[in-house]
């Protein structure tokens, strides 16, 4: 196998939430709909400012990679939702699956020999392909965690 392909695979596998890392679909699966705006004291955000946060991330990302005239949102603000904002069961799930077609796009791009996972963006500043699939890849194991924990203690509380 060549090196190229076996990258592939593992980013794909990185991605997809192997080995020591929870999937999200896993995690969304049984995700109590009474839980989503709970708050845990000390903790500015809810399970869905967290999911929301990741598909914003997520998306700019994405978009930052396949698009030169793409404009990322506003650090830090742009990012997260409003700390008072509340979620409805329907946004959840929306929040849901436009992270999910994102993460799609972007395994198929990884995927896609097609994709030069080593060059560098013209419109950027050294980032590659590789670079943004790692740090998506990094950021959701993150905010996953925290969602795993945020859900565990809220499950246990109610």
Do not use: C
């Amino acid at each position: 196998m060549d090196d190229t392909k076996s990258l592939r695979e593992h980013l794909l596998y990185l991605l997809r939430g192997g080995d020591a890392h929870i999937h999200f679909s896993d995690l969304v699966a049984d995700f109590p709909e009474a839980i989503i705006n709970g708050r845990v004291r000390g903790v500015p955000y809810t399970p869905w400012h967290v999911l929301e946060h990741m598909r914003l991330a997520q998306w700019d990302i994405l978009r930052f990679a396949v698009d030169k005239d793409h404009v990322s949102p506003k650090f830090p603000e742009g990012y997260w939702p409003d700390p008072g904002a509340v979620a409805d069961w329907q946004m959840w799930n929306s929040s849901i699956a436009s992270f999910q077609t994102d993460l799609h796009e972007l395994e198929e791009l990884v995927a896609s020999e097609q994709t030069n996972l080593h060059a560098r963006f013209p419109h950027g500043d050294g980032q590659t392909f590789l670079r943004q699939a790692l740090l998506v890849a990094d950021h959701n194991a993150y905010h996953l965690g925290v969602l795993t924990l945020l859900k565990r203690i809220l499950i246990e509380a109610t």
